[in-house]
């Protein structure tokens, strides 16, 4: 995420994650003017992590399901 950011190949990131460790990686990106979208499970995810990003999605068991359906991997 750091290179493409640096080297201006992205303009949202996505992040499939629920640590608060990746916090800092959030304010760098945002330094840059990057979006962050962080992608999560309920109630598996740092409080301040979703407070950082800039947008956010649930991952549900029904979204894993319709890939398995799908054989998406």
């Not at 992040?15 to 979006?35: E, I, N, R, Y």
């Not at 409080?47 to 979204?63: F, Q």
Request: glycine share 4%; net charge positive.
């Amino acid at each position: 995420m750091l290179d493409d950011a640096v080297r201006n190949k992205l303009d949202v990131a996505i992040l499939l994650s629920g640590d608060g460790d990746f916090v800092p990686l959030v304010k760098k990106l945002h330094t840059w003017q990057k979006k962050v979208e962080l992608w999560y499970f309920e109630g598996q995810t740092a409080k301040r992590l979703k407070d950082s990003c800039d947008s956010l999605k649930v991952i549900s068991r029904t979204l894993i399901r319709r890939c398995e359906l799908r054989n998406i991997k």
